[in-house]
């Protein structure tokens, strides 16, 4: 038995009061956890998905609606642009890339994202097994796709309408899986990328050959060729025999307004794209071209920095204040602290004049003292750092848009060992004052007047 | 060091007064190895301050006691404080056990405090010499009086320390418990050769003490 051993056996013999206080505390340092994981791994996500794009061009609308849709694959789209948007940008001499995406389809839930290779290699993507898409219908897959639907190379499986997975199926046009990603820890994980044209033609236009290269602009050049052709009277047939309007009712109901054509619906015939994503190839660009574009066209231009800027801050004033609250809760959780230790050691006064006879020196009763509210905050935040990350585990589980964000609770952040040694050194702080009654306390006077 | 035949307790001219009215005026006397003293005296003699300056809690306004050898007032507090947790084992009337710890779990802090480590087997020893084997993981809550009297000897004796101090420890006892109690600490003083000393103004002690010496009331100033 040593003093350690007895400021254990002090809190385990007050178990009631220990317990509450541990309570208080673990509540605060899990709102805490959960605020870090939270913050730092959307920021974090949000920057990694849209790393290398500048600007994303769509359909006029919300900015930030164009940006989630387009970059985090986290809302619905817009609406669609005219595919001639493609070669204009890829005209434009400060524009480096432009990657145009296709959105419309799903499948169990996971986007069917029509692109182009360039598309994966934005993100650093490397294929695990197979081999790039290079015709209609073959499809790519992320690795959470893979992993959390099971399918493999050679499989096929047919495309829902709508983005949610609830819509009509695809039926006649099945994709085939030719390739599964590593995993990269972005947005690519959890989608299924094809050509464009896969998407034109599940909608029941004769898409034109898409050779999968996004170097090769002459490809794009045939779409305009072969317009004529994907827009012809039995394409609009077959495509509303897909019973695309109801369709839209099943599957985007709560998106009613913001629910697009799909990429391949032409409103005015023409072929259509969802969004292209911009990469400058001179600052200039970012000068000149969203300006151009908003104003001049009938199409929209939102840069991701900007609009995830300006989301953070509205969610910062949000977690500004529960981090104010849990702070407010750690302080209290620390006066609770202190006031249970310092009623306990007026009780328990006799017994420190005690540990003074049997020869405990004050500093060393001291130390124990302080020792015991470090317990008690050690505890508190241990178990706070657990149940923080037993919710954010609960909650990416729970909530599917949560664990596409890719919310995790298997990560741990630095910010945590600061929150854990600031509610251990307010514990400390806490039991200062009590323990310092040591170093005064008479013993004699004190065996005399405590029985 | 000591040897033998030198005291270990050696009280010289010992008197302490609080706001200038003595409390305690105590008689010369010397204690050797082994030797067991009764110390009566009617309440309010200055039992518990002879015992309080005896183990060092309190510095006497004249006099002097020694304990092996050393003048207890004229060391500085640690060293006070190491000697008393080397030498002396005191048993109090309150018992002053501590409540969130077992009687085994007092009897291992006190040993520590005192040794810097611990003898599980002398403890089992001890607990069982007191009779208190069946009660070892009991709180001091949940013991009778007798047992938490024998438990408070037992801690007091665990260190083998040289001198074992009792204030008043049969004060609150019937007949049968007093003698019983007495005669615990003289016979486990006896086994660890320590020497005892007993401030009590229980008479019913006298008989079960070869030496006594008594403390009278001092005498207040007209």
New interface residues.
Partial sequence: MTLAGLSLAYLKDRALNTALNILLLTLSVATLVILVLFSSQLAERFERDAQGIDLVVGAKGSPLQLILSSIYQVDVPTGNIPLATVDLLRADPTVAEVIPLALGDSFRGYRIVGTEPAYVENFGGVLAQGQMFAADYQAVIGAQVARETGAGLGQKFVGSHGLSGDGHDHEETPYEVVGILAPTGTVLDRLIVTPVGSIWAAHGFAAPPVEGDAEDHDDHAGHDADHDHDHDGDGHQDHAAHDHEDGHEDGHDEHAEAEPEHAAHAGGGDLEVTALLIKYRSSMAAVRLPNFINKQTELQAAAPAVEMTRLLSLLGVGIDAVRAFAILLMATSGLSIFVALYSALRQREGDMAMLRVMGARPGAIFGHIVLEGVLLAAAGALLGVAVGHAVVAASAASFPQLRDMGLTAARFETAELVIVMAAIGMGALAALIPALKVFRVDIAKTLADTR | MTTPAEPLIEVRDLRHEIDGRCVMAAPAFAAVRGEHTLLLGPSGSGK??LI?VI?G??TPTSGEVRIAGQVMSALPA?QR??L???TIG?V?Q?L?L????SVR?NL???Q???LGQ?DSAAIESLIAQVGLTHRADARPRELSQGEGQRAAIARALCAKPAIVVADEPTSALDDANAIAMSDLLLATAEATGATLLIATHDNRLRARFDRTLTLATPQVAA
């Fill in positions: 518990t301050t309080n183990t809690l309190i640690a404080d190491q008393r947790r080397r005191v109090f309150t002053r501590i409540g969130a710890l779990q291992a802090l006190a520590r405090l005192a611990n």
